[in-house]
């Protein structure tokens, strides 16, 4: 059975370039169909009609206009479609504009060495976007290559529970969100159970409360019912911003971890070693101190650490 064609768009204002790029497409494989446009309302045309799913751009057009405003709104629209820069001045890019694509290559005179250059940045870019685009409850994920990179090693089988943690507004939720999707497809098996998640706040030091959210209620007690981490036995639960956890919460994760399990407010007895759990932080120099951890939470309850870089970087 015939594989569908793929329908690519490049976007580039030089003619001379379109007509390389057709030539080093056709090198590539006949199973593609290049879509050419010179200008951005061009390229927008095009991805509105047709089902594109992998976009090579210039940076640099005419009238000192870049295509920065353009890949932008392609990724924002469409966040499982490749994109890839071709450009040799890459260095002048503009953050946002980095944190748009996926992979950026340079433009090369022999085109044998060009084709085999595009082949390998789009079948990096489309893994890029497998990890990238996974589906929460709610919305899509887009996570910038930067990071992106970051989680890839943690998307396979995990030994223990995992620490991310980044400058403020980084996305360390949406991460954690994308890491657990990719662990439960890639061993559906262990991780049968939902993904739970239970976003820490300023106020959980002065509220009870949370102890029932994730203990469970006393059996003896009329509402009596099971908290997240027993829900959360054969799943993943990530606890979002977990260094604003009460200390006495984190002096019993600890000690559960320590023990390999133990029973719950409501009687039951969990494993630790059924679930895994993904808890994001503040960066900090250094969490035990900065943070509001307690002594030797961290390195009881965590396997794995894992630090975002800043989008710009």
């Known amino acids: 059975m015939k ?35 010179g200008t951005i309302s061009e390229a927008r045309d095009i991805l509105k009609r047709n089902a594109i799913s992998v976009i090579l751009s210039d940076y640099y057009l005419r ?27 890459t260095e002048e890019h503009s953050p946002v504009f980095r944190a748009c694509a996926d992979v950026t290559i340079p433009k090369i005179d022999n085109i044998a060495a060009y084709a085999k250059v595009v082949s390998t940045a789009v079948s990096k870019a489309k893994q890029l976007r497998s990890l990238e685009t996974a589906k929460t409850e709610t919305d899509g994920v887009y996570i910038a290559p930067a990071i992106s990179a970051m989680f890839q090693r943690h998307s396979r089988r995990a030994s223990g529970n995992v620490l991310i943690t980044s400058a403020p507004g980084m996305g360390r939720r949406v991460v954690a969100k994308a890491l657990a999707h990719g662990l439960k497809r890639h061993d559906p098996g262990r991780y049968p159970a939902s993904t739970l998640v239970y976003r820490a706040s300023a106020r959980d030091s002065e509220d009870a409360a949370i102890h029932r959210i994730l203990f469970g209620s006393p059996a003896a007690s009329d509402s009596a019912r099971a908290g997240l981490l027993e829900k959360a036995q054969d799943g993943i639960l990530i606890l979002d911003d977990a260094h604003l956890l009460p200390l006495s919460v984190q002096k019993r994760l600890k000690r559960l971890w320590q023990d390999g399990g133990g029973a719950m407010d409501n009687g039951v007895n969990i494993r630790t070693s059924r679930s895994l759990v993904i808890l994001t932080s503040a960066r900090t120099r250094t969490l035990n101190e900065e943070a509001e951890f307690e002594r030797g939470f961290l390195q009881n309850v965590i396997s794995h650490r894992m630090v975002l870089p800043d989008i710009a970087e």
Do not use: C
């Open 3 to 37: 594989s569908p064609m793929e329908k690519w768009l490049f976007l580039d204002d030089q003619a001379s370039e379109r007509e390389i790029m057709n030539i080093v497409v056709g090198d590539i494989s006949h199973g593609i169909k290049l879509y050419l446009a």
């Open 63 to 89: 009238n000192n206009i870049t295509s920065e405003r353009f890949v932008a709104e392609a990724r924002a629209a469409h966040p499982e479609i490749p994109i890839i820069v071709v450009s040799n001045r």
